[in-house]
């Protein structure tokens, strides 16, 4: 639970950045909605099992941090900011890119379709954040396209349907808790982990068949999202935030000259264009770009962006 002036409780403090680039930090916390206690022992459990653990794997800092601070510091906002400027506005900010993934995707023209932010969609649905939260469709019925997600349903073309269920989720007062992990096993073999992580919740009934375990907790997919993380999630036990540029991958970028500003610009800042291997320019999210990426593969693809996408 968080300390009584409603400031995150800090129970094992931040050790401070690994110089180590074979290591990787994984920032892992669980959801509001997710049975706090009992998810986060079953978590634990899980990593505490694996016969690399204190080997190749560390628990490093674990924190929980109350709804009423999340509130009022507008965390959620601000981590999911470009998500939820989307999920607000909808059509008028797709990119070029964008409208051409969605006429590719959907056979449809991108000018006369009712693509719709989350926002809008409640209203024009009557239905509660929840209700569109929970809202299955066909794999085929999604597009994800520059890191945002559009959902058809009937005539509607929904952009970010999350987003307003996880603002809602974060303004109910409920603690999130907060793990960082050290590992030199690798995103894709973490994510194994988390594969058990899944089944271990599905078995124990927290987790029902059919329900995205993403709606339990999250973890970080790549080192840029690392940052993301740690940026919003990282705190000293006196309830400071931890700067960005002393979380683990910064501190590797900054130390192949990368200025603090240029790390800061790109986390406010993830649509970015870059050539592919084939030449072809690309946009996406710098989360999804460099998902599962070890530190020198995600500064060689930072390097090799060719614009961040400003959106007005």
Same mark, same amino acid.
């Given at each position: 639970?968080?300390?009584?002036?409603?400031?995150?409780?800090?129970?094992?403090?931040?050790?401070?950045?690994?110089?180590?680039?074979?290591?990787?930090?994984?920032?892992?916390?669980?959801?509001?909605?997710?049975?706090?206690?009992?998810?986060?022992?079953?978590?634990?459990?899980?990593?505490?099992?694996?016969?690399?653990?204190?080997?190749?794997?560390?628990?490093?800092?674990?924190?929980?941090?109350?709804?009423?601070?999340?509130?009022?510091?507008?965390?959620?906002?601000?981590?999911?900011?470009?998500?939820?400027?989307?999920?607000v506005?909808? *059509?008028? %900010?797709?990119?070029?890119?964008?409208?051409?993934?969605?006429?590719? =995707?959907? @056979?449809? +023209? $991108? #000018? !006369?379709?009712?693509?719709?932010?989350?926002?809008?969609?409640?209203?024009?649905?009557?239905?509660?954040?929840?209700?569109?939260?929970?809202?299955?469709?066909?794999?085929?019925?999604?597009?994800?396209t520059?890191?945002?997600?559009?959902?058809?349903?009937g005539?509607?073309?929904?952009?970010?349907?999350?987003?307003p269920?996880?603002?809602?989720?974060?303004?109910?007062?409920?603690d999130?808790?907060?793990?960082?992990?050290?590992?030199?096993?690798?995103?894709?073999r973490?994510?194994?982990?988390?594969?058990?992580?899944?089944?271990?919740?599905?078995?124990? *009934?927290? %987790?029902?068949?059919?329900?995205?375990?993403d709606?339990?907790?999250? =973890?970080? @997919?790549? +080192? $840029? #999202? !690392?940052?993301?993380?740690?940026?919003?999630?990282?705190?000293?036990?006196?309830?400071?935030?931890?700067?960005?540029?002393?979380?683990?991958?910064?501190?590797?970028?900054?130390?192949?000259?990368?200025?603090?500003?240029?790390?800061?610009?790109?986390?406010?800042?993830?649509?970015?264009?870059?050539?592919?291997?084939s030449g072809?320019?690309?946009?996406?999210?710098?989360?999804?770009?460099?998902?599962?990426?070890?530190?020198?593969?995600?500064?060689?693809?930072?390097?090799?962006?060719?614009?961040?996408?400003?959106?007005?």
């Amino acid at each position: 639970m968080g300390n009584d002036q409603g400031l995150p409780s800090v129970l094992i403090p931040y050790p401070g950045p690994s110089i180590d680039p074979s290591t990787e930090d994984i920032f892992v916390y669980l959801r509001p909605e997710s049975n706090g206690y009992l998810v986060e022992s079953l978590l634990l459990k899980v990593i505490q099992k694996n016969p690399e653990y204190k080997q190749r794997i560390f628990f490093v800092y674990l924190a929980n941090i109350p709804g009423e601070f999340i509130l009022k510091n507008h965390i959620v906002e601000r981590h999911y900011l470009i998500r939820m400027r989307f999920a607000v506005l909808g *059509k008028t %900010l797709f990119t070029e890119f964008m409208k051409r993934d969605f006429e590719d =995707y959907f @056979k449809q +023209p $991108f #000018e !006369q379709a009712e693509i719709v932010g989350a926002f809008e969609a409640l209203r024009r649905l009557s239905w509660t954040p929840d209700r569109l939260f929970e809202l299955w469709v066909p794999a085929e019925d999604v597009l994800i396209t520059s890191g945002q997600s559009v959902k058809r349903y009937g005539g509607l073309f929904i952009v970010n349907y999350d987003i307003p269920a996880l603002v809602q989720k974060n303004a109910q007062g409920t603690d999130i808790a907060v793990m960082l992990f050290r590992t030199t096993i690798g995103y894709e073999r973490f994510a194994s982990i988390f594969k058990e992580m899944e089944k271990t919740l599905r078995d124990a *009934k927290v %987790l029902s068949q059919g329900v995205p375990v993403d709606r339990v907790f999250h =973890y970080s @997919k790549g +080192p $840029f #999202e !690392q940052i993301l993380d740690g940026r919003d999630y990282l705190y000293s036990p006196s309830g400071t935030h931890i700067p960005c540029e002393e979380l683990s991958f910064a501190t590797f970028l900054i130390d192949k000259g990368v200025p603090k500003e240029a790390i800061r610009g790109v986390i406010e800042h993830p649509l970015v264009r870059y050539y592919d291997e084939s030449g072809t320019l690309r946009e996406n999210s710098i989360y999804l770009y460099t998902r599962g990426d070890s530190y020198p593969q995600a500064y060689e693809k930072f390097l090799a962006i060719n614009a961040q996408v400003l959106l007005r």
